[in-house]
C-alpha cells in the first residue's frame, strides 16, 4: 500500500527514473517511484526483462544492457508502483494517483519528474487512415509482443529512431518497400562543422554508419529530401506519395508506393505535461525545436524542491538521462542531509564528466536531423487535431480573427480538447500561430495543463 509521504517521490520508472531511484536509495533516502507502465524501463528498456532471446538479437546490445539497471532498480529497496497513472500534481508536490483503480494523494519532500519523451507529431494528409502509425509504436508492439508488420511496409520521416527501427526490422527478418528520408537537403553537410565536438561520443557514429550501411546492403529503396509526402486511401492506407526525391542519384517526381503500413517519425520531443502541471519554467530550444525545463546540472527545476531530469527536460538519450538521474538522486540526498558536500563533490564528478561525453553527440544530431519546416507547419488542409478534426486552415482562421496563443485557439476551435489534451498537436499549434505572427515561440507558448491529467472517474476521485 502506498504511504502518504515520502522524502524523494519519483514519476517515471524509464533511465533516469530508475537511476535516480538507485542512487538515493543507496544513501538511505526513502523512495517511491510511481510508473504508468506495467513493468520497470519505460520507453527505451520496455519490456528487458521479460524480451525473448530472439527479441534480444533483434533489438541490439544497447538495449539488452538496459537489463542491468532493471535489475539493480529491482534490488534498490525502494517502493516501486507499476501501473500507476497521475492524474494531479502541483507546485507543492502534492501528487494524486490511481493505483488499482484507487485514488490517492502523496506528499513528497523532493519530488522527481521523469516523465521521458514522445515523438512529435508529423502531421500530413491522410495521416488519420488505419495503417499509418509512428515508429515508435511499432517499436513498442516489437518490443513488448515480438510483433512486426505484415504486408507492403513503408517508413517515412527523418531521425535516428527511423534508422534504428529499419536496422531492428532487418535483423527480424521484416521486408521494408521504401524508406522516405524527409531530412531536408544539405542538413549533413551543414552539420559536419558540429562532427569535431562530437567525437567524443565516437561510438554513438559508428553505430549509426553501421546501421546505414546495413540499410543500403540490404538493398531497400531510399528517396532522399522527400517533399508533400502524404497518405493516400479511403477505408484505410493504400498507398503512399511523395512530390519530390531522389533513390540513389535517380530523381523521382509524383511517386506513388503501395503500401499497407506507413510507419512516421521525425524525431522526438519533451513530454512537459507533469512540469508544466507542477509549475516549472519552460523555455523553446531552438536546436532541438523543442520545449524544454529550465533546470541546472543537477536536474533541479525553478521549483528548488522539484528535479526535471531525462529527456522530459530536453532530449539527451537513455545513457546521459540515466546519469542526470543519477545526479539529481546525489543532489537530493544531499538537501535531504544524507551526504555532505565534500562526499557529493567526491560521487558526482565522474558521473559529470561521463554525462558531458554522452551530450557532445547531441549538437551534431540536432544540427543533421533538424526537421524540414513543411513537416513541422502543415498545409491548411492537414488535420492537425485528429481528436477534434481540426485542420491547420480552422488554426489559421481562428489567428486571423485575434487569437494570439495555443489556449485562445483551444477556445475558438476545439483543438487540444480531445482525449489527448493536446498531447499530439498542442506543438504543432504553437509553431503555426508563430508562423502566422511572425514571432518567436517563447512569445507563442504551449497550451496551459489543468487537473485531471489523466481519466479519472468521479467514484475514483471521491476515493482520494
Known sequence: MIDDRYELLIIGAGPAGMAAACEAASHGIRVAVLDNQAAPGGQIYRNVDRATNRQNRVLGKDFVKGRSLVEQFKQSGGS???????????????????????????????????????????PIKGWQLPGVMTAGAGQILLKSAGMVPNGRLVLAGSGPLLLLLAYQYLQAGVKIDALIDTTPRGAISRSLGKLFEALPAADYLLKGVKMMLAVRRAGIPIYHGVEGLSAIGEEKLEAVRFDTGKTGFKKVTDCELRADTLL????????IRLPLAAGCEIEWDAGQKNWAVTNDEWGRSSNADIY????????????????????????????????????????????????????????????????SPRYLVPGDDTLVCRCEEITAGEIRQAVRLGCTGPNQVKSFTRCGMGPCQGGQCGSTVSLIIAEQLDKPMAEIGCLRVRPPLSPITLGQLSEA
Open 80 to 122: 516501486y508502483f507499476p501501473g500507476a497513472t497521475v492524474w494531479f500534481l502541483d507546485e507543492k508536490r502534492r501528487v494524486g494517483v490511481l493505483i488499482d483503480d484507487k485514488s490517492f494523494f502523496v506528499d513528497a519532500d523532493k519530488l522527481l519528474l521523469a516523465a521521458g519523451a514522445q515523438e512529435r507529431p508529423m
Open 264 to 271: 512516421l517519425h521525425q524525431g522526438v520531443i519533451s513530454n
Open 308 to 371: 526535471v531530469v531525462g529527456d522530459g527536460s530536453r532530449i539527451s538519450g537513455a545513457e546521459a538521462s540515466a546519469l542526470q538521474g543519477r545526479l539529481a538522486g546525489m543532489h537530493a540526498s544531499h538537501q535531504l542531509g544524507k551526504i555532505s558536500d565534500s562526499k557529493l563533490e567526491v560521487l558526482s564528478g565522474p558521473v559529470v564528466k561521463s554525462r558531458k561525453r554522452h551530450l557532445s553527440i547531441r549538437p551534431f544530431l540536432d544540427s543533421c536531423y533538424t526537421p
